[in-house]
C-alpha cells in the first residue's frame, strides 16, 4: 500500500505542479498569477492533508479540506490534457521555425478557465447518475427461466462516499428485480475505521432472493483483504476468494483472488480446477481482464470484470484500450461470453468524462 501511495502522490503532484503552472502562465499580471498558484497549491495539497488529517484536526475541517482537494482533481484534468496539447503545438511550431508566440494571453486563460469549469462541472455531474444497461445472452447450458442478474463494478466506496450517491445505486438496483447481484471487485476503497464502515453500510441494501456475491479488486488488498472482507460480509454479501457457489442448482458463481493477490503472497489458483465437471454453467467474477483467455480455456461460460472504468476522464480510454484487449463492453470469446463494465463509482478525481457510469442487468437464458 505504501509504495502504491508514493506513486500516486508522485503522479498527481507532479501533474498538479505541471497543469497549475502551465495555466497560470496565460495570465499577464504577475500579482494575479502568483494568486492563481497560490490558490491551486492550496487546492492540490488540500486532499492529501485531509485524508492524513484524519482524527487529528477537527472532522469539518477535515472534510472541508477534502471536498476542496475533490474540486481541484475535479479541475485538473481539463488544466493538465490543453496543457499538454499546447505545448507539443509550441514544439511543433518551434521545430518548423517559426517562434510559438508569448505564454501569457488573458484571453486564453478566461477560455482556458471557462472551459476547465465547464468540463469539470460536466463530468461531476456524469458520474453522479448512474446508467442501466440491458444485454440478453444466451447460455446453453442453462435449465429453467431466464436469471436476471445485475452486475457493478469499481463502487470504491470510502469514508468520504455520498450516502445519497450510494442509495441512489442500492434504489437502482432494487428496481431492476435482480435473481442476484454480482459484483466484480472494487467495491471499498480507502482506510479502514469507523467512518469506513458507516459509509460500507449502504452496502446492506443490495438484496437479490439468490443472494449477492462479490470478487475482491486490487483496492480490497491495498485496504487489506481480511478486513475489506468483513466488512462486505457483515452487509450481507458473499465475497469468493478463488471459491464457488451453487445457485439453484443451475448456475456455479466462481469468484476469483484478484490478479494483484499474488504481489501480497496469495497467488491464484488456476481456475480449470475450480469449474466443477457437472455440465452446469459458470460465470467468473474476475476483477481485472486480464485473464479473459484462461476462463475461455476453462470453459466458462461467462466472465465478468471491471477495473477499467474506460479510462475514467478523457483521454485515458485510449490508454486503457491498449492495454486490455476488452476494456469496455461484452465480446466472444469462442463459447465464452466476456463483459468489461466501466463501473458504477469513480477514482480520484470525482469525475467521468470517457463514459457514463453504469449499472448492467444481465438477462440469462438458454436461448
Not at 216 to 231: F, K, M, V
Not at 335 to 342: E, M
Not at 345 to 351: E, K, S
Amino acid at each position: 500500500m505504501r509504495w502504491f501511495i508514493a506513486a500516486f502522490m508522485t503522479v498527481y503532484l507532479g501533474l498538479s505542479s505541471y497543469g497549475a503552472l502551465r495555466w497560470a502562465g496565460t495570465i499577464p499580471l504577475d500579482s494575479v498569477r502568483r494568486t492563481v498558484l497560490g490558490l491551486a497549491a492550496l487546492g492540490a495539497l488540500a486532499l492529501p492533508i485531509g485524508r492524513a488529517a484524519s482524527g487529528v484536526i477537527p472532522e469539518a475541517a477535515r472534510h472541508g479540506l477534502v471536498q476542496i482537494g475533490e474540486i481541484w482533481m475535479a479541475l485538473l484534468p481539463a488544466l493538465v490534457v490543453p496543457a499538454l496539447i499546447w505545448d507539443l503545438f509550441r514544439l511543433i511550431t518551434y521545430l518548423l521555425g517559426n517562434s510559438p508566440g508569448p505564454r501569457a494571453n488573458g484571453r486564453i486563460f478566461l477560455v482556458w478557465t471557462a472551459a476547465s469549469i465547464l468540463m469539470a462541472t460536466a463530468g461531476a455531474v456524469n458520474a453522479r447518475f448512474p446508467a442501466v444497461r440491458h444485454l440478453k445472452l444466451e447460455i446453453p447450458e442453462l435449465s429453467g427461466p431466464p436469471i436476471r442478474a445485475v452486475l457493478l463494478t469499481d463502487l470504491h466506496v470510502d469514508s468520504e462516499t455520498s450516502r445519497t450517491w450510494l442509495k441512489r445505486v442500492t434504489d437502482s438496483v432494487r428496481e431492476l428485480s435482480p435473481d442476484v447481484i454480482l459484483m466484480a471487485g472494487d467495491i471499498l476503497d480507502g482506510s479502514d475505521g469507523p467512518a469506513l464502515e458507516k459509509a460500507a453500510a449502504g452496502l446492506a441494501e443490495l438484496k437479490a432472493p439468490m443472494g449477492t456475491y462479490a470478487c475482491p479488486g486490487n483496492h480490497e488488498y491495498y485496504l487489506g483483504i481480511d478486513r475489506a472482507r468483513a466488512i462486505m460480509e457483515s452487509n450481507g454479501i458473499t465475497v469468493l476468494m478463488d471459491d464457488r457457489s451453487r445457485l439453484d442448482h443451475r448456475l456455479w458463481i466462481i469468484g476469483r483472488e484478484d490478479v494483484q493477490s499474488a504481489r501480497m503472497g496469495r497467488p491464484r489458483t488456476p481456475l480449470a480446477s475450480l469449474i466443477p465437471d457437472d455440465g452446469l454453467p459458470t460465470v467468473v467474477l474476475d476483477h481485472t481482464p486480464s485473464s479473459i483467455e484462461e476462463s475461455r480455456e476453462a470453459g466458462a461460460s461467462l466472465v465478468l470484470s471491471g477495473h477499467t472504468h474506460h479510462g475514467q476522464i478523457f483521454p485515458f480510454q485510449f490508454v486503457t484500450s491498449a492495454l486490455f484487449d476488452l476494456d469496455w463492453g461484452l465480446k466472444r470469446y469462442g463459447d465464452t461470453w466476456g463483459y468489461v463494465s466501466c463501473g458504477v463509482g469513480v477514482w480520484g478525481p470525482p469525475i467521468r468524462t470517457s463514459s457514463r457510469p453504469e449499472i448492467v442487468l444481465l438477462e440469462l437464458s438458454e436461448r
